[in-house]
């Protein structure tokens, strides 16, 4: 009988498994996705936060105009457009009487594209 020779163990050899490699790419592919994620919330409240700042522009810009008009605004609803920044806004005035005749609550909404972005409310009195 012939000895069979056998081949030297591969001790010296040193890798990863497939499994190894499945598991590490599947934790990077996690975290790469968690990344994903918290971009686009920072993204959308960046957004968030610019609309709310010009939609104030225009609440404000029409509160400043009614309080320097020279009679009392109408009781009642209203709707105007309002450009800022670009882009375009929705106001909707909402113009109440109070007790004291001499003064009217004045409450604005602005929407951009039908959602609500902010809402105002003010006493205006006479001058």
């Known amino acids: 009988m012939t000895p069979v ?3 030297p163990a591969r001790a010296g050899l ?11 790419l599947t934790i990077v592919g996690v975290a790469l996705l968690a ?6 919330a920072l993204t959308l409240h960046a957004q968030r936060q610019s609309d709310v700042l010009l ?5 404000e810009n029409a509160l400043h ?19 800022q920044g670009g882009q375009t806004f929705t106001l909707l005035l909402n113009v109440q009487p109070t007790p004291n005749p001499n003064f009217v609550r ?17 006493i205006v009195g006479r001058n």
């Open 5 to 7: 020779k056998r081949r």
């Open 14 to 24: 040193r890798g990863f498994t497939l499994v190894e490699v499945l598991v590490a």
């Open 35 to 40: 990344g994903l994620k918290a971009t686009g």
């Open 55 to 59: 939609g104030q522009l225009c609440a």
């Open 65 to 83: 105009q009614i309080r320097l008009g020279r009679q009392m605004p109408g009781v009642g609803e209203s709707s105007r457009e309002c450009l």
């Open 106 to 122: 004045v409450d604005t909404q602005v929407r951009k594209a039908s959602e609500p972005v902010l809402r105002l409310s003010t």
